[in-house]
C-alpha cells in the first residue's frame, strides 16, 4: 500500500477513535444515554447512521460487481431496498418511536415486545433476545471478516493483521461512546461513502466523453447490459425485490427510529435517508456500469480480469479508486469500504450488547442494578461479543459466513410482521407474537437448509408471509380484553395523529 494511502486510513481510524472519546465524555452516568443515546438524535445523524448502518461492503463491492457482470438486470435487489426502506420510515418509524415510549420507555425490540403485550412469562423477550444475540454475534464476525479480508485484498496486508485493526477500532470507539459514538461515526461514514460514490463515477463519465458515448460503449460491448429483464424470472425479480421486506425487522435499524429527539423530526429524517440511499445505491451501479465501458475502451488489457470471476468483478470500485486519483485521494476513497463495514459492526455490537444487558442481565441477574452499574456492564458486554465474534472471525468457515447471509431474511421474518402487526392492530396477542416470531425464524432456516426444489424464491417471502399470518390467526384465536393495551396503543394513536 502506497505511504499517502496509510497516511488517509491512519486518520480515518484517527478520526473513529475521537469520536468515541468525545462520546465517552458524553455517557458517562447512564446505560439509556450508552444503549440509545437518550432519545436525543437529531435527523440528520439519524438519517446517515440508519443508512450507514444498512449498507456494509456490499454496496461498494457486491453492487459494482454484480452490474459490472450482469449489467442493469441486477439493480432490482436495489429497487426493492430502496421501496423498503422508504415504507419503513413512513409506516414503521412513527408508531415505533411514539409506542416505545409509551411502553414504559423500552429502549430494546425485546422489552418493548414484553412492555406492549404485558408478557409476564417473558418468554417474548427471551426468544427475541436469544435470536438476536445468536444472529447478531455472528452477523459482527461476518463484518470483522470482511475487514480483515479488505486489508489483505486491497492493501496488501496479512488478514489477521488487517482483522484486528478493524477489530480494534470499531470496539474501542464503541466501547467508549455506545451508541452516541456508532451514531456519530455512521454520520461521518456515512458522508465519506456518500462522496465516494458521486467522485468515483463523475471523473469515469468525464473520462468516457460523456454519458452518450459511455452508453453507446456498453451497448457495442454486449446489449444486454442496458437490458433490465434480461436473465431474471419472474420469480428471480420477486425474491430480489422482497429484499426490502427485510427492513422491518432489522433491530440495528429499528433502534435509530426510536432514539431520535421528536417524531415530528423523522419527515427529515426520511428526506436525508432516502435521498442519501438513492444517491449511494445509485453511485454504486453507475461505478459498475461505467466501468464495463471505462475498461473496454481503455484498458482492453483488464478484460480478461474483470470479466474472470465475481470476486475479481468485485474489486471494481477499489481498482477505480487507486486507478483514477491520487494515492491520498485513492486512500481516502478506499476508506469508504471500510467505514461501510465499520458503521455496520458497530451497530450490531451495540444491539447485541443492548439485548445482553437490558434483556438478560437486568432482567434475570441483577433487577435492581442502578443506571452507573448498566452502563458497566453495557460496556463489558460490547467487549464480550466483540471477543466471542472476533474469536470466530479468525477461522473464516464458509459455515458461519452461509449463515449470516441468511439472517436479514431470518430477522425479518421473525421481527417484521410482529413489529408491523403490534405498531397496526391492537387486538395482536402475545400467543400471536410468539408463534408468529418463532415460525418464522424456522421457516427462513428450513428454508435455506431441508432440500426442496423452490431455492431460487428468496427464503424471505414464505418466512415473512408464514409468520404474518401465523400471528394474526393465533391472535383471534387467543383475543383477550386488556384495557391497559387498549389505552396504550389509543395514546399512541392520538399522539400522532396532532403531529
Not at 32 to 41: E, N, S, V
Not at 139 to 150: I, N
Not at 417 to 444: D, E, H, R, Y
Amino acid at each position: 500500500m502506497n505511504t499517502y494511502e496509510y497516511i488517509s486510513i491512519g486518520l480515518y481510524m484517527l478520526l473513529m477513535i475521537l469520536i468515541g472519546v468525545y462520546s465517552y465524555a458524553m455517557t458517562k452516568n447512564s446505560s439509556d444515554d450508552f444503549l440509545i443515546g437518550g432519545r436525543k438524535m437529531g435527523p440528520v445523524v439519524t438519517a446517515l447512521s440508519a443508512g450507514a448502518a444498512d449498507m456494509s461492503g456490499w454496496l461498494l463491492m457486491g453492487v459494482p460487481g454484480a452490474v459490472y457482470l450482469s449489467g442493469i438486470s441486477a439493480t432490482w435487489i436495489a429497487i426493492g431496498l430502496t421501496i423498503g426502506a422508504y415504507l419503513n420510515y413512513v409506516l414503521i418509524a412513527p408508531r415505533l418511536r411514539v409506542y416505545t415510549e409509551i411502553s414504559n420507555n423500552s429502549i430494546t425490540l425485546p422489552v418493548f415486545f414484553e412492555n406492549r403485550f404485558k408478557d409476564k412469562s417473558q418468554l417474548l423477550k427471551i426468544t427475541a433476545s436469544i435470536l438476536i444475540l445468536v444472529f447478531f454475534t455472528l452477523y459482527t464476525s461476518a463484518g470483522m471478516v470482511s475487514g480483515g479480508r479488505l486489508f489483505e485484498s486491497a492493501f496488501g496486508m496479512d488478514y489477521n493483521t488487517g482483522l484486528l485493526v478493524t477489530s480494534f477500532v470499531v470496539v474501542l470507539y464503541t466501547f467508549l461512546g455506545g451508541f452516541l459514538a456508532v451514531s456519530l461515526t455512521d454520520f461521518v461514514q456515512g458522508t465519506i461513502m456518500l462522496i465516494a460514490l458521486l467522485l468515483v463515477p463523475a471523473v469515469m463519465l468525464i473520462d468516457l466523453d460523456g454519458i452518450g458515448n459511455t452508453f453507446s460503449i456498453i451497448d457495442s460491448k454486449n446489449s444486454f447490459y442496458l437490458d433490465i429483464l434480461k436473465g431474471s424470472s419472474f420469480v428471480s425479480i420477486i425474491s430480489l425485490l422482497a429484499w426490502g421486506l427485510g427492513y422491518f425487522g432489522q433491530p440495528h435499524i429499528l433502534v435509530r427510529f426510536m432514539a431520535i429527539s421528536d417524531v415530528k423530526e423523522l419527515t427529515k429524517a426520511r428526506r436525508v435517508g432516502i435521498g442519501w440511499m438513492i444517491l449511494t445505491v445509485g453511485g454504486a451501479i453507475l461505478v459498475g456500469l461505467f466501468g464495463i465501458a471505462y475498461i473496454a475502451s481503455q484498458l482492453p488489457d483488464k478484460l480478461a480480469f474483470f470479466d474472470g470471476s465475481k470476486e475479481n468483478a468485485e474489486t471494481v470500485f477499489i481498482f477505480f479508486s487507486r486507478y483514477l486519483f491520487h494515492p491520498l485521494i485513492g486512500g481516502f476513497l478506499l476508506s469508504a469500504i471500510l467505514a461501510a463495514v465499520m458503521s455496520t459492526i458497530s451497530s450490531q455490537l451495540l444491539v447485541t450488547s443492548s439485548s445482553m444487558t437490558e434483556d438478560i442481565y437486568k432482567a434475570f441477574i441483577k433487577k435492581d442494578a442502578s443506571s452507573k452499574h448498566l452502563l458497566f456492564i453495557s460496556r463489558l458486554a460490547v467487549l464480550l461479543v466483540a471477543i466471542v465474534a472476533f474469536l470466530l472471525s479468525l477461522t473464516q468457515k464458509d459455515s458461519i459466513l452461509n449463515l449470516v447471509g441468511n439472517a436479514w431474511a431470518g430477522f425479518a421474518a421473525a421481527f417484521g410482521p410482529l413489529i408491523i402487526l403490534s405498531l397496526f392492530w391492537k387486538n395482536t396477542t402475545m400467543q400471536g407474537a410468539l408463534t408468529g416470531m418463532i415460525l418464522g425464524a424456522i421457516t427462513v432456516l428450513g428454508w435455506v437448509y431441508i432440500p426442496h426444489d423452490y431455492k431460487e424464491l428468496y427464503e424471505i417471502i414464505p418466512g415473512f408471509a408464514i409468520s404474518f399470518v401465523a400471528t394474526i390467526t393465533v391472535s383471534l384465536l387467543t383475543k383477550k380484553q386488556n384495557t391497559v393495551i387498549e389505552k396504550e396503543f389509543k395514546e399512541m394513536k392520538e399522539i400522532l395523529s396532532k403531529k
